[in-house]
């Protein structure tokens, strides 16, 4: 039964976030959903109707994620949180010798200290359903790429906070989740002027995170093209 299971999805207005929630309410789910791009997120609410609930706002702000907690607190518990939300930083992506300071602090800000405060404020409510996060991850958090050391960077922070998170606490599953490349508005923004359509659309990402919410296996790090087959990456 997937009736009463409640997840809260950030970044759920577009990309994997928006492909995730549309096929999660489809299958019974409550989904809290955030985004910044209020337009778009209500645009999901009407499609969507009762079975998800819009809350536009930022994550790297304190009192947008308190909000969120709040919501999450009236509804008693949380069996799925999704930290999607991502900044990919200046595009042009540019060399770690010439990233700007200032524009590094937002996307850890976005990428790593937004998802572990929203992890803290919703912890209770996650051990009343033995839930499950997944923090969506890149191949740019394990491998070298010019271009993206910031983001990179970023990743692999959260990466390691997911892995901390899954010993300290196993009660619950954590994930860092690696979607592979996707055909979405912020792969398109690191790729400027490219043709991207030849990467797939974020959907064909989706069985692959709901085989992991349904079969919970150990906490780790997974590549979402190798979860059907149980590979940790």
């Known amino acids: 039964m997937t009736d009463n299971r409640t997840a809260l999805i950030t970044g759920a207005s577009a990309g994997l ?30 499609e969507l109707g009762p079975g998800f ?23 008693g518990r949380l069996d799925l949180l999704v930290n999607n939300a991502s900044r990919l930083g200046p595009s042009p992506l540019p060399r770690l010798e010439r990233y700007p300071l200032d524009e590094f602090r937002r996307v850890l800000d976005t990428n790593v200290v937004a998802p572990l405060d929203l992890i803290q404020i919703v912890l209770p409510e ?28 970023s990743k692999a922070a959260l990466d390691q906070l997911s892995a901390v998170l899954g010993e300290e606490t196993p ?17 398109q923004a690191a790729f400027p002027g490219e043709d991207i359509s030849d990467r797939p659309e974020p ?17 780790g790090r997974l590549v979402a093209a190798e979860i059907g087959a149980g590979v940790p990456a």
Do not use: C
């Open 17 to 46: 976030g928006r492909a995730l929630t549309r096929r999660l309410v489809a299958d019974g789910w409550q989904v809290v959903g955030t985004a910044r791009g209020a337009d778009r997120l209500r645009g999901l609410g009407d």
């Open 53 to 75: 609930t819009a809350v536009a706002g930022d994550v790297t702000d304190e009192l947008h994620r308190a909000e969120l907690g709040r919501i999450v607190r009236e509804r």
């Open 171 to 187: 009660e619950l599953r954590f994930y860092a989740v690696d979607p592979g490349d996707m055909r979405t508005e912020m792969h």
């Open 203 to 219: 959907e064909t990402v989706v069985p692959a995170l709901l085989r992991l919410i349904d079969t919970r296996p150990p906490s």
């Open 126 to 153: 996650l051990r009343t359903a033995q839930g499950t996060i997944i923090d969506v991850s890149s191949d740019a958090a394990v491998a070298p790429y010019e271009g993206w050391g910031g983001y990179g960077a």
